[in-house]
């Protein structure tokens, strides 16, 4: 069954293949049927199959070739009218042809090299191809051989539009560009709308530098043959560089609908909506463009300026910071990227920018101003003061003067006032301007010039609180009591509730010790204002100053449990809890604060000494790193880690973060501070060059004093250094600066003297650890029992004190207390278990148990060959003789070569009585 159906198939398709099978010539007619009916898809497919049956067919290659022209397949009929010429079709019919699509597929020297000369061509088909090989030979650089076909052309006996073209090329050869225009002008007259024309006279304008007129013949070209893409491409680019982006936008969109990706059109699009501030479309072309491989600044300029009027500041900063390098000094495009940085927070990069532009203007201001702010904030002191100096020359308005003002009074820059008195005079009505003035006048202590610009705002208005509380501050800072009393009462009949006015009064009783009124008025105002911190605060510090800190601090805590979300209350607490020594639960306080997204201020310095205080250092490390990251420039924070570096030994970090400090900001305190971290980390070099910076005002402080000890202990000049240490001593009179006084006495020769130091000292400071160090160091090398009782001290403030354990092993071990000995050592051993120090004594004491074997063991692990203790090495030596490895002890003592006397002379001894 199945196999009768299988021939029944094969049959059925033998007969539709021997039925269907026709010739090439066929196939030609059937395309000419196809082309009469406007089937050029259907012809192509004939004459494709014509050429499969013929392929040396040269009316095959020839008339699809023809439909390939009619189709604009200008590559495909390229090949195949090349093809037809090859197998012998007639030239007359196919050089035209082909010369046209050569010209469209740019083939110029396939065109200049078409051999035209035997072929029986009309005389217009002979200008056609003349004029194409013209302008092929022109586009090769070869205007002889162009001027040659040139007076060929004139020769021919037509009117045909190329002959005149051909004559436009010459004068173009000739460079007589207007006799070029005039003649092309005279052949639009009766071909307007010829292809040719109309490309030759758009690309004449754009040499004689008419661009305009180019895109108009362009506009013309294009509305009558709209399938040229490439001249529509041009076109749309040339109305965008004319600024015509409307005129540009309908030819890019149908650009983009045959190639969406083409880097160059997304260009155009980006620019047309640029044009129309249709910014999300103009960001999306242009990023669109560069993704496709168009690294034109221009586009970047785009996608940042779109991105900045989104108010997508990311987008703006990464787009303009790629060409900001290559953007001149006055570029607009700079400032834009200066004011993206700032809104992300990258004040230091926005100030490099703003620093590079050249000219700037009263409408940067504000700009520089912010710029500065942020950068003041962030503790880049220099930065700032660059940024407030270039800015002073632009800054006119009222408002500008005031933000300039506060700039340089924040820098420590008096000027800031004449500017803010500039902005008052200016705008007399700007509220920050005088109160900001004000504040100045108070700080500065230029009290007249503070009350009388009091009285004149009395003068302007009567009822002015700001002039009545300006001068009740002046006046209790004069400690003109009564007068200060007058004007925070006349604010008080003003505006009965006005809670600085009511706190002034409470400050004015306190100065004069009526704590009873103090408390009643105190009273009155938290009853109306609970959360009022400033007078928490102040009735925390009139209990305490009565004794009774408590009960400020259970004030201050009722408050919080009524109000727990008050973040000012709950700081205020936190502080109250860490100046009272609460670590523990002034650091559960701090840490309600941990994750939330804006922290107070006082939060950082806060938390950071409570854990200190706590002796949480890991976590006082974690606090300061954080907040250095936040704020890498904030002296509170660099002081801080400072501390903490120097408590541990991380000199080199120390080093590390003074020096990027002093980088962005001149600061006297850090400068010492870098000075004595380069001290520690031992870069005498670098460190005598930072004294010598030092001012000579600040020489005369203990600190620095203390720095040129140390130097001069460096030198060995220890009699110069002696009284300096002493100076630094006397100055802050910790371990520190103890060890370095004593060091210079001893290094004199002075050892009772250094005794009586460190003897002193603890009686002042009993507890000190390294004192008590030293002490016990100069008793035991004195063999004074009393090194004992210090070594003993020391292990009950802390009982894994390595040196005080190995020393008391050490001690006891000479006293043959062995017992004693043994379990100090052991001790010591457990916290250095690679330390030799410690394994020698906790051997020693095995050999004098008479334990040598555990004693060789214990050495095996620590004595080698490198061993430089020679000490230590000859009582390894001794171990080994006393466990009978006498040929092992021979080997080891006759393999090295003892350096100090002492150890000779021991090695000798060793000789004589275990190696004989």
Known sequence: MNTMKKTIIALSLGMLISCGQQTSEEHIQAAQ?????????????????????APKSPQARFELGKVYIAEKQFESAEKELSRALEYGYDGAKVLPLLTRAYQRTGAYAAISEMDDQNVDLSLNEKAEIGYFKIVSLVRLNKPDDARAIIADQMQLDTDSEFKALSQVYGEILNKDYPLALQIIANVKDTAPDHPEVLKLAAQLHLSVGDPKAAAQEFDRYVSLYPDDLQTMFVLAKLWVDLGETAKAEPYVDKLLEVNGKNGLLNQLKAAARIAEKDYPEAQKYAELAIQNGINDPALRLIAGYAAYQQKDFESAQQHLSLVASNLPGNHPGLRLLAASQLQLGLTTEAGDVLERIEQVSEQDAQLFSKASYELLRQGNVKDAQQLVEKSSSISTTAEDLTRLGLLKLSLNNLDGIVDLEEAVAKSPELESAK???????????????ALELAQQWKEDDANDISAYLLAGEVYSKQQNVSKAKAEFQQVLSIAPSHQGAALGLINLYIAEKDYTAAQ?????????????????????????????????????????????DDQEVSTLYARLLLLEGQYDLALQQFATFDQDASLPPAYWPGKGQALIRAGDIAGAQAHYDKWLSQAPNNKQAVVGKLLLLDSTGKFEEGVKLTEGFLAVRNDAQMQLLHTHFLLMNKRIVAAQKAYDSIPQALKSMPIVKGFLARLQINDEQFELAE??????????????????????????????EALKVIQQHLQALPNDG????????????????????????????????????????????????LDKAFQYAENALKQR????????????????????????????????????????YLNYVEALFLDGSDLLGKRKLEQREMKTEANIERQTQLKVKYAQ
Request: hydrophobic share 45%; no cysteine; net charge positive.
């Open 33 to 53: 049927d196809f082309i009469a009916k406007n089937d050029n898809a259907s012809a192509i497919v004939s004459l494709k199959t014509a050429v499969q049956l």
């Open 435 to 449: 109160k900001t003035l004000a504040t100045a006048y108070v700080t500065t202590k230029q009290y007249d010039k």
């Open 520 to 564: 009643k008025a105190l009273a009155v105002l938290l009853n109306a204002h609970p959360n009022y911190t400033p007078a928490l605060a102040t009735a925390y510090l009139v209990n305490k100053q009565q004794g009774h800190a408590e009960q400020g601090v259970a004030l201050v805590k009722a408050a919080l449990a009524n109000a727990p």
């Open 723 to 752: 009284p300096n240490a002493h100076a630094a001593y006397l100055g802050l009179p910790n371990g520190r600066n103890l060890v370095m006084w004593v060091l210079t006495l001893e290094r004199l020769d002075k050892p009772g």
């Open 770 to 817: 390294a004192a008590l160090m030293m002490l016990a160091e100069r008793q035991i090398s004195s063999g004074d029992d009393e090194a004992i009782v210090s070594y003993q001290t020391l292990l009950q403030k802390n009982p894994n004190n390595f040196v005080a354990l190995n020393n008391l092993a050490y001690l006891y071990l000479q006293k043959n207390e």
């Open 833 to 872: 278990p690679d330390n030799a120090a410690a394994v020698d004594t906790y051997a020693q004491v095995l050999v004098a148990k008479k334990e040598y074997k555990k004693a060789v063991k214990q050495y095996d692990a620590v004595v080698n060959d490198k061993m430089r203790n020679e000490e230590i």
